[in-house]
């Protein structure tokens, strides 16, 4: 069972990583991957709501969708919740953490726009996964984001000082470097 | 007909909308944030136009910052002395006297006071005229292009073109500052409301070619510093400046200026 779920976090943290190899929040990946400390609060913040986001909508799914016989409107419903969601998970940092709440600042509600959620809560479905496996896939999922932008970013910082040719310059070379490393990345395809 | 198949997902679909629409909103009310009084009642004092000209995101970043105390009450260039006055009594300070400013823009050079290298038709904006050979085509580079950047980006309406030339209304200016960024040529700046005599030409070349080129602009003959009083008067780089501060507005220089470059604001 514990074996199980390590492979699988590790499958989908760096092997079907979300960005490098679904293609899926490439929005926030590209937009804020300029500085290192950002790039890790939107990863944060991506963390804390693919987790919470794949245990509720798992729950919906399990409990209401499949009961109902609607599952073909999962898409919506998905969206629906996802969205309210977010916007209560930033209701309660503003009231309760707000120090959390100002260090995630315009990425929280960002999140909501994020196709990342929403294909970590389809995958789930897709795959028959339990809700712990749904919730665990979730956390992977998104901790194989974090890692992708924050690479991403560090490696744009340091391009920062490097002399590109001009036709390259701004996000020319960033989906290069981007490019790059979803090559890279495919060096972990014999990992299991 | 079905009518289940339509009914089931309605009602879940409805149900689960509602459940949303409610709970989001008892949390809300729940989860209320306290938001500073003083905040409230300094975001009611200000103007609300958002115009960004105290440098803070909109009023409602000013409120905060002021009501934090990281603001001086008088940081609004828009509300003047009325609302720091207002802002003033909220905070329990007094606000510091501050001079009224208006934009005001160098330069006088009205279609037939200057003179054209050749006929621009083109986009409408002095900003994209920094592309087209010398800088537009007046032959005066440092003059009004006269394509109304600044009208546009006025919040107030307070800064039209007339004859080629852009007019400051002094009386509706706030001195937000917007036309002051837009302005590629940076002939527009703030100057007091209660300065009298100004100097409308921003022409750095030597004289004898602002001579040829424009028949308003300011040729550097430094008649007017010789001539004022104060010695408010400085001619730097072939073109007169004020000092506010000394300046006593008595208008000698407007009266002596060979070129009636310097002109008396009303």
Sequence with gaps: ?192 | MNFSAILTPLIVMLGLGLFVGVFLGIAGIAFKVKVDEKEEAVLKALPGNNCGGCGFPGCAGLAHAIAQGEAPVNQCPVGGEPVADAIAAIMGTTAEKTEKMVAFVACKAHCDDMTMDYDYYGVEDCRMLSFVPNGGPKSCNDGCLGFGTCMKTCPFDAIHVVDGVAVVDRDKCKACGKCIEVCPKHLISLVPYSAQYLVACSSQQKGPVTMKQCKVGCIGCGICAKNCPLEAVKVENFNATIDFSVCKNCGTCAEKCPRKTIVKQY
């Design chain 1, 1 to 192: 069972m514990i074996k199980n779920l390590i492979v699988l976090s590790l499958g989908s943290a760096l092997i079907n990583n979300v960005v490098l190899s679904q293609f899926l929040g490439l929005c926030p990946f590209l937009g804020v991957s300029k500085k290192v400390k950002t790039a890790l609060g939107m990863g944060g913040a991506v963390i804390f709501v693919i987790t919470l986001a794949s245990i509720v909508t798992g729950l919906i799914y399990k409990g209401l969708l499949v009961t109902f016989d609607l599952t073909y409107l999962k898409t919506i419903v998905f969206i629906l919740v996802i969205a309210a969601l977010v916007q209560f998970v930033e209701m309660f940092l503003k009231r309760f953490v707000p120090s959390l709440y100002s260090a995630l600042g315009v990425y929280l509600p960002l999140i909501t726009t994020n196709c990342a959620v929403l294909g970590i809560a389809i995958t789930n479905v897709q795959k028959d996964y339990s809700i712990l496996e749904g919730t665990v896939n979730g956390f992977a999922t998104a901790v194989g984001f974090t890692i992708a932008i924050v690479i991403l970013a560090g490696i744009r910082e340091k391009m920062q000082y490097n002399d590109i040719p001009k036709a390259f310059r701004g996000m020319p070379i960033v989906l290069v470097s981007a490019g790059l490393m979803a090559i890279a990345f495919c060096g972990f395809a014999g990992l299991l």
